[in-house]
């Protein structure tokens, strides 16, 4: 390949959404050609500054301009609704068989007994997530000798020392920072669950003191900043 | 260089410009003091094989092995001078200063092959590639690919994130993978020897074709453990919210 076509999918390479052959063939290419490194470079800056442009949200009165028009637009009867709704579905022209719409029929209510089922278990089961925001430390029972009790109380050590330094961390970091240590929690929250169904689960008490560990990395990383 | 190639050097080189002028534009109320926006390059020619450890804090990290005795770092960022370098014989550091959390740097490494590797990261993606020394990666939120390597030992560790690795397992060598929230894929030979202890607390473990070689098995509903031809290395995978994968190359 010339330089030109490794340049155009240079682009796509620092997306990272190259096959792996085709990402191989570039690195190679790179480590070599002087030229093309040099526009990866300047293609990494634009990428780089452009992620640091601020969101723009739209003021109150875009919006309020906005719901006017949606309102002015919005049929108000019901029979006009009706109509409206009729008249999007002409226009997408279907063009059904009566056994096509008797299969599109049995389809629909086939996805919604699927999506009832789903809903009822759901409701049944307490969520990951639900568990983790009861977790906090309680439920750290579940780990009792010394040593366990020991990296408990090194986490909330952590955590507290965290906690005072995170003012002064950027918003990104904050969010990674929750994300990460919600989604400790949720783990240890799945363990915990599972280990309640059956204590004798030696898989799920081991992955529950890594999780532990990973949590204790998790603060002891964040108390640098 | 062709006509073509520096009309599309030059676009890049004005779109960078015009870029790094609304971004210098912009006021966030938490950005740190926006120094003129560029880079930190750096080149070193160890006399040995290098340990090279890198502490970044946000953006991405590229790796790549070459054919040549140099070590290049590039960085780029708004503030070049908040990351510092170290050489203490074989040893290169290079890190995002601790007082410096805010800044955002994706660095591109060229290394010789044999380099061993620690990378440290909070969010941004870590790539490898070529690499024959042990690596180590550590990060909270990154996707983590490591390609055609052929390291003795490799580690790596994720809170969230998938895990991607591609490579030969070196006799006597020890791999591990965890990732609390990602999938974790293995493309490995077909002829690989290996112990293998899998665990994966929410969803599957696929074997596919090593299923088969497998012997001295121990299966749950969570985990999978086994040697794979004569064993050998220890493969050491495990995520809480993923699946994991082992891919026949």
């Not at chain 1, 915990?192 to 169904?197: M, N, P, W, Y």
Request: net charge neutral; with cysteine; glycine share 8%.
């Amino acid at each position: 390949m010339a330089c030109q076509e490794y340049q155009e999918l240079i682009s796509d390479y620092i997306d990272g959404t190259l096959e792996l052959g085709e990402e191989a063939r570039i690195e190679r290419h790179l480590a070599d050609c002087d030229g093309c490194r040099a526009v990866r470079d300047d293609l990494l800056q634009i990428v780089h500054f452009s992620r640091q442009l601020p969101l723009h949200t739209p003021s109150s009165e875009v919006w309020t301009q906005l719901q006017t028009k949606i309102a002015a637009e919005r049929p108000t009867h019901f029979g006009s609704r009706v109509a409206a709704w009729v008249s999007r579905l002409k226009n997408l022209e279907l063009n059904l068989s009566v056994p096509q719409l008797a299969a599109s029929a049995a389809a629909l209510l086939i996805i919604f007994s699927v999506a009832l089922i789903i809903s009822r278990q759901s409701a049944e089961t307490p969520s990951a997530s639900s568990l983790a925001g009861r977790s906090g430390t309680a439920g750290m029972n579940l780990l009792s000798n010394a040593e366990d009790q020991e990296i408990e109380e090194k986490i909330e050590r952590l955590r507290e020392s965290v906690e005072q330094r995170r003012v002064t961390w950027s918003p990104e970091l904050q969010v990674a920072y929750d994300r990460s240590i919600r989604q400790v929690d949720q783990c240890l929250a799945t363990c915990r669950q599972q280990l309640s169904g059956d204590p004798s689960d030696q898989v799920s008490k081991d992955l529950m003191r890594d999780a532990y560990l990973e949590k204790q990395r998790l603060l002891e990383g964040f108390t640098k900043f | 260089m062709s006509k073509s190639r520096q009309g599309f050097g030059d676009a890049c080189r004005a779109a960078t410009a015009a870029l790094s002028v609304a971004a210098l534009g912009a006021s966030a109320p938490y950005a740190p003091a926006v120094e003129r926006p560029g880079r930190f390059e750096r080149s070193y020619t160890p006399r040995g094989a290098a340990h090279f450890t890198l502490s970044n804090v946000s953006g991405d990290i590229t790796v790549t092995a070459w054919g040549r005795r140099t070590v290049s770092v590039l960085a780029i960022t708004e503030s070049p001078a908040a990351i510092e370098d170290r050489v203490v014989g074989t040893d290169i550091l290079v890190s995002v200063k601790q007082a410096a959390p805010t800044i955002r740097a994706d660095f591109r490494i060229y290394v010789p092959a044999n380099t061993s590797l620690s990378l440290k990261n909070v969010l941004g993606k870590i790539n490898v590639s070529g690499v024959t020394g042990d690596i180590v990666v550590t990060s909270f939120e990154s996707e983590v690919r490591l390609q055609d390597v052929q390291a003795a030992s490799v580690e790596v560790r994720v809170t969230t994130g998938d895990i991607y690795f591609d490579g030969q397992l070196r006799e006597g060598g020890a791999y591990s993978f965890q990732s609390m929230k990602g999938d974790i894929d293995l493309n490995l030979p077909g002829g690989a020897a290996f112990n293998l202890a899998a665990r994966a607390l929410s969803e599957k473990i696929n074997l596919g074709e090593f299923a088969k070689g497998l012997t001295g098995v121990t299966k749950g509903a969570k985990m999978v453990s086994g040697n794979h031809l004569a064993g050998g290395p220890r493969l050491t995978v495990t995520t809480y919210d993923g699946r994991i994968v082992l891919h026949k190359k």
